[in-house]
């Protein structure tokens, strides 16, 4: 399963890549990309319990990076 | 934005006034000092400390912090707040520059349609391109973008198609026409039939391509993110053992002096610089190909190109333009207006390509009632009677069945003999022409650095090799079926260097495999052809040859950004780093070396979104 959001208030491309790498860490998660320049992050993960994967990745964003939001498109 | 803007004014000149201004008492500007300090540098203390206590150590806002926050602590008041009113300005800048290119590159990509006039219950309807239906009847006005694929139903009129193709030729769209999404409406009103959902639609196919491109990372964004994984660490723990180990090993050392260096290590310690600008300067380099309608998937393609030393095509609809015209005629006895005109009379009735080639080049109103009597032979040709005129036309077979004497031609394509009242009266020539490009663009690649040029072909040798021939390619294989073509690229690629690249050039119609296969994979001629864009690594949308040395051209340029960017920013700050340790440095030098060196290599990254001056 697929799914992308529009990434707001990163700072850095290094805190990107940062952030890259604690999310890749969740467990369902099989892959993810995050795009500084373009502000977007794909996301791919386990079919099954996809919500409770989604609220992970939010929560590793909102330790990580407190001012960051994300919006899915 | 503006809020930082202006806390950087007023820090400037809070600073810029106490270094002017002497008190008597010293303190007085201290506090000034540490007010501009406070003012400028607040957001990054926050931040500092809400990530020390998350373990983040690396973080560049925690390492400013003890920097600055430690020259204080020695006494350098005007470098404490120097280092983070530049740091800052650096940031701002930063994030301009980011924001700047963004904007440039989704400007280059204004394509996506805002709304569709769709036709519901007799009313025209302004809905999102999402919400209209596959055969739903949607309306496009002068100046708006077509809005999804379709074909025109009602009307006509010119599109340019200039965000698609990169070239601003106007097409005509007309009854029955195939009207492709990201096109512009000149002039006309036309009524589009929907044969695709938007999400199937070309430019959302061409927005999606692009804007994933960035994600396949190049080999030098890789580099950079494995040498910033090192560079902070390894630098912040040689600060520490600056500060440590002299002051304790060499007797009459102050411990201040060391302290000092130290922490101009710290200030050097962000691999921002490159960090930054090396993703930019792809990022900038397919956005400019984008401009000139390439499309290229990946940063990765976009360095692989730089190093292409077999460039493989394929030849029609490649290198020729994959339809038959008439390349030459031959009149005896009659003009060669006349024998073009007997035999596109009697070609009249035939719908083979050799017959429409021939009414194409004839180009004038045929008179049917000129047309007396025509009758197909078989395997030999045409017999007519035009205006009370004995026509012949057709090969070799027909004049000898005929025992009409002739002269053969040798040249390469199909040949339409043509005899008149029993007497020979010339030929026709027919063939594949070249595209008006293919040639010059052979030419140059050999001066970009193509080591080798190859043709493959499924056509027989005697064609292929005279076409290859006059392209001036190196090498040419000819009768090739489709697992042929295979086979001689993966032959190819066992040939090259280990180090150089193969590309392989085809119109991604039937040629899929060997497109995976090479290297890279460039697709021509990929408006309308969705199977193209989803093979190929590089699309180029109109069909022209040249648009691969324009590729090649700026991903060159690109790569010696990148490559500047690196050795530079580096340099600086290992040179700095020397003299900073060796005492011969300022933190001045080191501020520089942080923010300057990024503000430069930012730039500098700009530079690839330009692609004007690439011919």
């Not at chain 2, 800052?88 to 963004?102: P, W």
């Not at chain 2, 057709?394 to 040249?411: A, R, T």
């Not at chain 2, 493959?456 to 090739?480: I, M, N, P, Q, R």
């Amino acid at each position: 399963m697929n799914s992308k959001f529009r990434i707001n208030g990163l700072d850095c491309a290094n805190c990107a890549s940062e952030l890259e790498r604690a999310i890749r860490k969740i467990d369902g998660v099989i892959s993810v990309n995050i795009n500084f320049l373009t502000q977007k992050m794909d996301i791919e993960y386990a079919e099954n319990n996809k919500e409770e994967i989604i609220e992970k990745v939010k929560k590793v964003i909102k330790r990580q990076e407190p001012d960051v939001t994300i919006e899915k498109i | 934005m503006k809020k930082r803007i202006i806390k950087i004014i007023i820090a400037l000149i809070l600073y810029v006034f106490s270094i002017v201004v002497k008190f008597d008492n010293i303190w007085i500007n201290n506090a000034i000092f540490i007010l501009s300090y406070i003012i400028v540098g607040y957001e990054i203390l926050k931040k500092a400390l809400r990530n020390v206590f998350r373990g983040k150590i690396f973080d560049e806002n925690f390492l400013m912090t003890v920097a600055t926050i430690g020259a204080f602590g020695i006494g350098e008041f005007p470098e404490a707040v120097a280092v983070m009113l530049f740091y800052q300005i650096g940031e701002l800048f930063q994030s301009y520059a980011v924001n700047k290119s963004r904007k440039s590159v989704s400007s280059l990509m204004d394509i996506r349609p805002d709304y569709a006039n769709v036709y519901r219950n007799n009313k025209e309807e302004k809905v999102s391109p999402n919400e209209v239906k596959i055969g739903e009847t949607i309306i496009v006005k002068p100046g708006e973008k077509v809005p999804l694929d379709g074909y025109v139903i009602e009307g006509k009129t010119t599109l340019d198609t200039k965000a698609l193709t990169g070239e601003s030729l106007p097409r005509e769209a007309f009854e029955g026409e195939e009207v492709l999404s990201g096109c512009i409406n000149i002039n006309g009103v036309i009524k589009l039939k929907v044969t695709k959902e938007y999400g199937e639609s070309t430019v959302s196919k061409i927005l999606d391509l692009v804007e994933n491109a960035s994600s396949r990372k190049s080999k030098s964004e890789n580099f950079i993110t494995k040498f910033a994984l090192v560079y902070t660490p390894l630098v912040v723990v040689i600060a520490l053992l600056l500060a440590i180990i002299p002051p304790l090993l060499i007797e009459s050392q102050d411990f201040s002096v060391w302290l000092y260096r130290a922490l101009s290590f710290l200030v050097v310690s962000c691999p921002c610089a490159l960090v930054i600008s090396i993703p930019l300067s792809f990022f900038g380099g397919i956005g400019g190909a984008s401009k000139m309608g390439i499309l290229i998937k990946g940063s990765n393609y976009l360095e692989a190109l730089s190093k292409v030393e077999t460039m493989v095509f394929d030849k029609t609809g490649t290198l020729t333009k994959g339809v038959f015209e008439v390349q030459k005629i031959k009149a005896i006895d009659i003009s060669q207006e006349e024998l073009l005109k007997l035999t596109a009379y009697s070609e009249n009735y035939s719908n083979h390509p050799i017959s429409k080639s021939i009414k194409k080049a004839y180009g004038k109103e045929i008179d049917e009632n000129q047309i007396i009597k025509t009758q197909e032979l078989p395997g030999l040709g045409i017999s007519a009677i035009i205006d009370k005129k004995d026509v012949l036309v057709g090969n070799e077979k027909l004049m000898n069945e005929k025992n009409i004497p002739f002269s053969k031609c040798n040249d390469v394509g199909t040949i339409l003999y043509v005899a008149v009242e029993g007497k020979y009266a010339g030929y026709i020539l027919i063939a594949d022409k070249e595209k008006e490009d293919s040639k010059k663009t052979i030419k140059e690649l050999k001066k970009n650095g193509i080591k080798q040029t190859v043709m493959l072909t499924g056509d027989k040798k005697s064609v292929g090799e005279s076409v290859a021939k006059k392209l001036g390619l190196d090498k040419v294989y000819t009768e090739l079926l489709p697992d042929g073509k295979v086979k001689k690229v993966e032959e190819l690629l066992k040939a090259k260097s280990e180090k150089g690249k193969l590309a392989f050039v085809g119109d991604g119609i039937n040629d899929s495999p060997v497109l995976a296969l090479a290297d890279i994979g460039i697709a021509m001629g990929g408006l309308g052809a969705d199977s193209a864009i989803e093979a190929a690594d590089i699309v180029i949308m109109t069909d022209e040859p040249s648009k691969i040395l324009k590729a090649i051209k700026l991903s060159k340029k690109t790569m010696i950004i990148v490559k500047e960017n690196i050795v530079f920013a580096i340099f600086v700050k290992i040179l700095i780093l020397i003299l900073t340790a060796l005492g011969l440095s300022t933190m001045w030098w080191a501020v520089f070396a942080d923010v300057g060196v990024s503000i430069i290599a930012i730039i500098n990254a700009l530079r690839a979104l330009i692609v004007k001056n690439i011919k």
